[in-house]
Every structure is written in C-alpha cells, then in structure tokens.
C-alpha cells in the first residue's frame, strides 16, 4: 500500500523543506542499507582472507614436509643404488665359483668310481675275472706268508677307507645341519612375509572404514549445505521483493511503513513546535550525515575492490600451491615405490651373497678331498702296479708260523675282511640315505624359496590395490567438494 505523507500548512518554504528531507532520508536510507551491505561484505571477505591465509600457511608447511621427505627419498635412493651395483659386481663371482665346484663334484664323482672299481677288484677275491688256476701242489709256508701279508695290507687298507668314509659322515652331518638351519630361515621368512601381508589387510580395512565414515560425513555436510542454499535462496527472494517495493515507491515492509509514520508524525510535531531555522538545521545535519556515510560507502567500496584482488591472488597462489603439492606427491609415491623395488633387489642380493662364502668352503673342502683322493688313488695304482717295489719288503722278527698258525690267521683275516666289507656296505647305505635326505631338503628349501616369492607378490599386488583405492577415494572426495 502506498504511503502518503501529511503535510502542514507552515508555507511554501516548508513544502520545499519537507520534500528536501524526504529526498535526504530516502538517500540516506539507501546508503545506509548500501553501508550496511559493504560492512557485511567486508566480514565475508575479512573471514574468506583468514581461511586463504591459514590454508596456504598449512599447504607451505606440507609442501616444506614433502620437500625434505623427497630429499630424504633421493638420497636413500642413492645409496640402494650404491648398494646395487656392489652386489652386482659381486654376483659373477658366484657364478664362476658354482661352475668350479660342479667341475669338482664330476671329478670327485670320477675319482670316487674310479676308487670304487679298483677297490672292487682288491677286494672281490671271487670275480671270476681274476681267478687263475694253478698247476702244482698246495702252496708253501712262504706263500702262505705272503698271502698273510697280502691281507694285513688289505686290512691296513680297508681301515684307511672306512676312517675316509667316517670323515665324509661328519662332513654331511655338517652339511645337513647348515640345510636344516637354512630351511628354519627360510619358515621364519614365510611367517614374517605372511605377517606382513594380513597386517596389510587390515590396514586396508581401516582405510576402507574411514573412507566410509568420511563418505557419510560429507553426505551430511552436503545435506546441511543444500539446506543452507534454500534458506538462502528464500532470503534473497525477500530481499528482491523488498528491493522491488522501494523502487516502486512502497515500503519494503509494515514494520518499516510503521516507524516512517512515527518518524514523520514526530517531526511533525517538531516543525509545528519549533521555528523553521531548527528545521534547516537539522536539515543540514541529515546533509552531512549523508554525505558522511556516503563517504563511508565510497571507502567500503573501496576496500572491497581491494579485498577481491587480494582473494583473487590468493586464489591463484592457492591454486599454484595445491599443484605443486600435487606434483611433489606423486614424485613422493614412484620414489616410495623405487625405493621399495630397491629395497626387495637387495634383500634378493644379500639372500644370494650368504651362498658365495658357502660355495667357496665347500670347493675348499671339495678341492682337499679330491687332492686326498687322488694321492690314495696314485698310492694304491703304485702298490698294484709296482709288485718289484723294495719297499713293500718288510722283515719279520722272530720265528715263522707253522701252516696251522698260517692257516687260522688267514680264516681270522678273512672274517676281519668279511666285518670290514659289512661296515662298508652299511655305510655306503647309509650314505643313500643321506643323500635321499639331501634331495628332499634341497626340495622343501626351493618350495619355501617359491612359497615366499608368491607372499611377496601378493603383498605388492595388496599395495598396488591400497594405491588404487586411495586415489579413487580422493577423486570422489574432490568431486564431492566440488559438488558441495
């Protein structure tokens, strides 16, 4: 409804009076509202400078934290790779030293069969090979003497032999000591790979919790925001229709229409009561209000054309700064993730330089035992070769043994050789066990080595997925603030 403003019949002067103020109150209410906006805006923009402010300090501080973390990478990086290639220049090594010991074990394996046959045919006195017919009578004392001596020697020799072959049984005790402590490592490995990976699995449970609790927050937050706009939105439709009722010359409101009335009946009563002068007087004074506060519009204004500049290059170094935290992450993961492969080569590494020390004393040993079976083998084709030889003559004291005494010292020879070649088979059967024992070692040791290379390729297949849904979780989150 339309306003009508009584008037007083005081004379032209205070028509002309009246419509003066009318025109200065109009104006001065609009710049008043208009102050009133500026103020309102200079908060937002005071609050929206603070946040940039704090924002870009906490984005300097991570940027500064990612910085020393890429140096810190860096340099470790450096070093794996130092590590590397000492490692590398090393393996070689163990690839000739592989190659020599598998050349000594053929030729142990040679020297052994070798050693095998000639002690076959020392021994094996019923081969028909060598059995020889003899013409004549029964041998003499003297023969008898010698064949005596003959197995003494054999005798002498096949104690040598079985103290070898008890060397060679301690040897691979020891030898299948290191192969049990080995496959004991290489459980505990497993276990600690197998450690590894469940806590992995559990780590990405939690992530996938908190995901779900921050996706339920934001959803929350995005309700409050959507709730916000339409309230908003209401207020500013009030506020359009407000505007729209001054432009037409209606007050915005009845309150308002009500304190005009008021306003006017009490100047009213001012002007009815008082001179005209009191009246330019205050007439003056709403001037200068006027103006005063038009004034502060204009410095408001001002301020907040300066205060749009300032959030628009905060906006920009904002901007600039979330980028470059971007790009510092993402140089953070691939050295993360070169600094892990790094890692895994040079446990690969330090697993294989422990062999090199193994192979090279057990070629040491290897090479001892081959030179040991070489000077008995060349001993032993000397003695059979050689029968002139002076020094296999050894002179007996005392008296010779009748045939009797001869003959029940060769029975008890020949049980003694029958005791030793019994102790000889055990052995060697027990040497098939033990071999059979070292086969099946070797083969739960390369199924441990194979068990772990799988755990670890699960542990880098779980990793890979963490990174994956990390950065599917931090698209949406963006995507959510924007549509927020």
Excluded at 68 to 75: P, R
Excluded at 118 to 128: I, S, V, Y
């Amino acid at each position: 409804m339309a306003f009508i403003i009584p008037r007083a019949a005081v004379g032209p002067r205070y028509d002309k009076l009246c419509q003066y103020y009318e025109q200065v109150v109009q104006s001065r209410n609009d710049t008043g509202l208009q102050l009133i906006e500026r103020n309102e805006e200079v908060c937002v923009f005071h609050e929206k400078i603070n946040v940039q402010a704090t924002i870009t300090q906490q984005g300097i501080a991570k940027l500064a934290e990612k910085e020393e973390e890429v140096q810190f990478l860096k340099m470790e990086l450096a070093r794996l790779q130092r590590e590397i290639k000492i490692n590398r220049d090393q393996l070689p090594e163990k690839e000739e030293l592989e190659r020599e010991l598998t050349l000594h074990q053929n030729m142990l394996l040679s020297t052994k069969e070798s050693l095998k046959c000639l002690e076959e045919e020392m021994c094996d006195a019923r081969n028909p090979e060598r059995v020889r017919l003899l013409a004549g009578k029964d041998p003499s004392c003297k023969e008898l003497r010698e064949r005596v001596q003959k197995l003494q020697d054999q005798l002498s020799e096949r104690e040598h032999q079985l103290l070898e072959k008890e060397l060679l049984m301690e040897q691979i005790q020891r030898l299948l000591g290191r192969t049990q402590k080995k496959v004991e490592a290489r459980k505990e490995t497993t276990f600690q790979v197998g450690t590894k990976g469940n806590h992995y699995q559990s780590k990405l449970r939690e992530l996938t919790k908190k995901i779900r609790s921050n996706i339920s927050e934001l959803s929350v937050q995005q309700a409050l925001a959507l709730h916000l706009s339409q309230v908003v939105s209401e207020k500013e439709t009030q506020l359009e229709r407000a505007y729209k009722k001054l432009e037409a010359g209606e007050p915005p409101d009845d309150e308002v229409t009500n304190e005009i009335v008021k306003a006017y009946q009490k100047t009213l009563n001012k002007i009815s009561s008082s001179d005209n002068d009191m009246l330019c007087q205050y007439y003056e004074q709403v001037v200068q209000s006027r103006n005063d506060t038009g004034l502060q519009l204009i410095e408001r204004n001002e301020e907040v054309c300066v205060f749009h500049e300032k959030i628009n290059v905060q906006a920009t170094i904002t901007q600039q700064g979330i980028a470059k935290l971007a790009e510092k992450e993402e140089e953070l993961q691939f050295l993360k993730m070169e600094l892990a492969r790094l890692q895994r080569e040079i446990k690969i590494n330090r697993d294989q330089l422990p062999e090199k020390e193994e192979l090279e004393r057990e070629l040491t040993l290897h090479q001892n035992m081959l030179l040991s079976m070489k000077e008995s083998l060349k001993c032993l084709e000397e003695e059979m070769c050689d029968a002139r030889n002076p020094e296999r003559v050894r002179l007996l004291a005392g008296k010779d043994p009748s045939c009797k005494e001869l003959r029940e010292r060769v029975q008890k020879l020949q049980v003694q050789l029958s005791e030793r070649e019994h102790q000889l088979l055990e052995k060697e059967l027990l040497m098939e066990q033990i071999q059979r024992l070292l086969g099946r070692t070797q083969k739960k040791v390369e199924a441990r080595k194979e068990t772990t290379f799988q755990v670890g390729t699960k542990g880098n297949h779980y990793q890979s997925e963490l990174r994956e849904l990390t950065k599917k979780i931090m698209s949406n989150i963006s995507e959510l603030s924007v549509q927020q």
